[in-house]
């Protein structure tokens, strides 16, 4: 072989490399494009609400309100006669079959946002008013265009009377679609229509912010204490060999031991935010020791031994000098290990998250959802609407991933000092 | 000067860390419930979440905690003790066992109340865009089990095609996703349909070997004709529309909401109807329950009321919510004789 062909064919090596490369990362991104790309068009519906432009008409009798009636009256009264004779007002239905699946065209929750029109504005009694009321589930979808309309009767949700229905409002312009303001601030529902992350975002707040406060300041201290005053002798170096380890036992593990420990034996509250705290708490301490131990070797030893040459204690020269030195890599690495914890779902189906919780919880001991499990409850409902919702959900949980790892980024670039 | 303020600076760690101690004690000891939990089987969850949705927008009562554990997890649950700390209802999708009862039993869980909720047909669905399908429960059995009986002789399960149990069935590989061993809807697919199609010829071959017949028909096969598809029946819904010659079967509610993708074959001849699941001339019906622990009456606000809700004839009658979901409402001597033990709270015998 000649040099010159020896040449060559290093250089076509070269080349295959860097072809393999490229396609790899290609690959990866395709594939990363697809999930985003099946996310967002099934999940961006989800922003939007359908409803319906209706007129309600406030009858006094119906609402057996009397003249001057005292505030408290009003909030008792019983919204539900209005609701069915407005409704059936919209279209001309023929009898009782037609008129309930008219009725069945709106939300359950038709009556309480004709309440919540009515104690928003000032004597509504004897008035008539267009609301835009919330559509159920079934005409939401099919407006969305996610529910097909050319099967026969039989193998539909709606039926031919319902569909002349909408027809008709599509043509009159009552049906249009809104932000959807139940989907950020209402808890779960069994209606598509109305069910909601609000709970579940508390929920994984509360989390959180608990894992935060636990794992946050063992981890910090436990690794100043490991790599600055410890001995390096076999047991620190078992120490942190199980370190890492137990950074690498999956998280399911973690919850086992949470069911066991936390609620058989103190008896802590199952499906809530303080137990799947602590929890997370348990499985994020050795990923944040580990970021905290490799910044702070690398503050250079000269920023130790510089303090130590003035007369600085020990302590003085760890703590006035090298965790602060240490600190954007410190913030960054927690800031990861908790969105980490943010997206974990499995030890938290153990501790009972797995639940159907309507109410927004109110503190930490209440039962709430979070943002995973949620997911995870409505990827199993059999309803319609909630496809739409699941994939919602993971573009709000992906946000707050992205948001948080932003901000590790960010801290680290801002504030890390290089040492050249 | 340093000194004081690290001293300080320990103060206030310390002080931290007493608040933690603090916050969780206080979660531990003064933990007592306003809310009622509910447990139990994924079939049941669907309906026991409507009422409780509805009970909860009553305004008197929190609206309870409903937990989807799968009717075993929920039994175990529930049985574990009495106190805030336990759920109060458990949702099955089978009656309770011995077993169970046993357990509750030893744990002090003595007084229990058996609520029929209403029936469910298990559906065996496929794809719309394949021809409709009619097996007996033999041919179900055939297909699935580990073992079956070819020429009076227990062997392997030879079929790899429909076509190979009787050559009227479509001529098109054997493909059933199964619901995993825990969930409710799988024992009652072993009882209904493998324990009752297994041959005579298959039952006396193992009862010949002196093993239990009625624990060797139901194991089903594991050599990828039959699928373990896990507890979400959603997902078998998605399989089952992208593969048109796959099957699976899962709880009627499940048909009811897919009817656009889906559709049930007939078993024996009939296809799951409301009125067949009722009068259970559909073969594979069965009934659902919850039970409630009768000594967190009283104690846990609003259970008493919370079971007047679901067996009121608002949620299970014919023309009621639970029914428009896919629950098959209960036949009237059985649904008077539900709403009395709710109403009553009359405990079913332990022994």
Same mark, same amino acid.
């Given at each position: 072989m000649t040099k010159e062909e020896r040449l060559k064919k290093r250089h076509s090596a070269e080349k295959r490399f860097r072809f393999y490369g490229l396609a790899s990362i290609f690959v990866a991104l395709l594939f990363v494009l697809i999930l985003v790309q099946n996310i967002f068009s099934k999940g961006s519906s989800a922003f939007k609400k359908t409803v319906i432009k209706t007129e309600v008409f406030y009858n006094q009798e119906l609402l057996e309100l009397k003249n001057g009636a005292s505030e408290k009256d009003i909030i008792n009264a019983d919204f539900y006669e209005v609701m069915i004779e407005s409704l059936i007002k919209s279209f001309p239905a023929k009898n009782i079959d037609e008129e309930n699946e008219l009725i069945r065209l709106f939300s359950a929750d038709a009556e309480y946002e004709i309440k919540k029109a009515f104690l928003n504005n000032n004597n509504l009694i004897g008035e008539k008013i267009i609301l835009d009321l919330t559509a159920s589930d079934d005409i939401d979808q099919l407006h969305k265009g996610?529910? =097909? #309309?050319?099967? =026969?009767e039989d193998r539909r949700r709606i039926s031919n009377f319902q569909l002349a229905i909408y027809d008709n409002f599509v043509e009159n312009d009552k049906i249009s679609k809104n932000f959807n303001n139940y989907y950020f601030t209402k808890g779960d529902s069994r209606d598509p229509e109305l069910a909601g992350i609000g709970g579940a975002i508390v929920g994984s707040i509360y989390s959180i912010l608990i894992c935060l406060l636990l794992a946050f300041p063992v981890a910090v201290l436990a690794s100043i204490y490991l790599e600055e005053f410890a001995p390096k002798n076999k047991i620190t170096d078992f120490i942190e060999i199980n370190i890492n380890n137990l950074a690498a036992v999956p998280s399911i593990v973690y919850g086992l031991l949470a069911l066991q420990i936390l609620l058989a034996t103190i008896q802590l509250p199952r499906s809530t935010p303080l137990v799947a705290g602590i929890t997370l708490a348990l499985m994020t301490l050795p990923r944040i020791i580990i970021p905290c131990r490799a910044s702070l070797k690398a503050v250079p030893p000269s920023i130790r031994e510089g303090a130590l040459a003035v007369g600085a204690s020990k302590f003085q020269s760890v703590f006035h000098h090298v965790v602060p030195l240490a600190m954007p890599g410190t913030l960054s690495g927690t800031i990861i290990g908790l969105a980490q914890a943010l997206g974990e779902t499995a030890p938290l189906i153990l501790i009972g998250m797995v639940a159907f919780v309507v109410d927004i919880p109110s503190s930490p001991i209440d039962p709430s959802s979070s943002l995973p499990v949620q997911v995870y409850l409505w990827s199993e409902?059999?309803? #319609?609407?909630?496809v739409e919702k699941t994939s919602a959900t993971i573009m709000i949980l992906l946000t707050f991933l992205m948001m948080m790892n932003f901000l590790a980024v960010y801290l680290r670039q801002k504030f890390e000092k290089r040492w050249n | 000067m340093n000194e004081s303020k690290q001293g300080e600076n320990m103060n206030r760690l310390l002080k931290l860390m007493l608040g933690f101690l603090i916050v969780f004690s206080f979660a531990t000891n003064s933990y007592s419930r306003d809310q009622i939990k509910i447990v139990g089987s994924s079939t049941v969850y669907p309906y026991a979440t409507v009422v409780a949705e509805k009970f909860g927008k009553g305004g008197k009562f929190k609206t309870p905690v409903i937990e989807s554990t799968g009717t075993g997890g929920g039994m175990k649950l529930f049985c574990a003790g009495v106190g805030a700390n336990h759920p109060d209802i458990t949702n099955a999708s089978r009656a309770i066992k011995p077993k169970e009862k046993t357990l509750c039993e030893k744990n002090g869980v003595t007084d229990i109340i058996e609520i029929v909720v209403g029936n469910d047909g298990i559906s065996f669905a496929h794809s719309v865009n394949s021809p409709d399908a009619d097996f007996t429960k033999e041919q179900l059995w055939r297909a699935l089990a580990a073992k079956v009986d070819v020429d009076g002789k227990l062997v392997e399960n030879p079929y790899k095609k429909w076509s190979d149990i009787d050559s009227s069935l479509p001529n098109k590989k054997i493909e059933i996703l199964v619901a995993p061993p825990t969930s409710g809807t799988r024992d009652a697919w072993n009882s209904l349909v493998m324990a009752k199609g297994c041959t005579k010829t298959a039952k006396s071959i193992y009862e010949a070997d002196g093993k239990k017949a009625k624990k060797e028909c139901v194991k089903i096969r594991e050599d990828g004709y039959a699928v373990e598809a896990g507890e979400n029946d959603t997902l078998i819904v998605q399989k089952l529309t992208s593969n048109p010659d796959a099957y699976g079967f899962f709880g009627y509610s499940y048909l009811v909401a897919n009817k656009d993708k889906i559709k049930a074959s007939a078993v024996n001849g009939v296809k799951p109807s409301l009125q067949g699941i009722q009068d259970y001339s559909y073969p594979i019906a069965r009934p659902l329950f919850f039970y409630v622990k009768k000594a967190h009456v009283g104690v846990i606000p609003g259970i008493e009321e919370f079971l007047k809700e679901f067996t009121s004839k608002k949620a299970m009658?014919?023309?009621?919510y639970l029914a428009q979901i896919g629950l098959v409402p209960l036949a009237s001597d059985k649904y008077q004789s539900t709403r009395t033990a709710a109403l009553e709270l009359i405990t079913i015998n332990l022994n």
């Open positions: 996610n529910y =097909p #309309r050319d099967l =026969p409902s059999a309803e #319609r609407g909630f | 009658s014919n023309r009621g």
